[in-house]
């Protein structure tokens, strides 16, 4: 099973509810709207796609096909950006 997890010096600070994280060997800021929060505050520990899916589903009116490849998408680009490690 393939686990995702935010990167260990990936720094972040949630500003009005939603997260900012920031990778220092770049210099580069990142915003993360509402759902990219709920997902970042997910990654406190590995998870796997499914496991990300299920809390989604749970809270949000998105079907499987859907939330998995929008949380693909994301859980790719934060990794591009070295603020998610895969596990």
Do not use: H
């Not at 099973?1 to 990778?23: H, K, Q, W």
């Not at 970042?40 to 998870?47: G, N, Q, T, V």
């Not at 796997?48 to 790719?76: G, K, P, W």
């Amino acid at each position: 099973m393939t686990a995702y997890a935010r990167a260990p010096d990936a720094i972040f600070s949630e500003v009005e509810g939603e997260f900012v994280a920031l990778n220092i060997n770049k210099g580069q800021c990142y915003g993360m709207d509402g759902i990219a929060s709920r997902v970042w505050s997910l990654l406190d520990a590995p998870r796997s796609i499914e496991e990300i899916c299920a809390t989604l589903q749970s809270i949000y009116a998105v079907d499987s096909a859907t939330c998995r490849a929008d949380v693909q998408s994301l859980l790719n680009s934060l990794s591009e950006e070295g603020l998610v490690r895969i596990q």
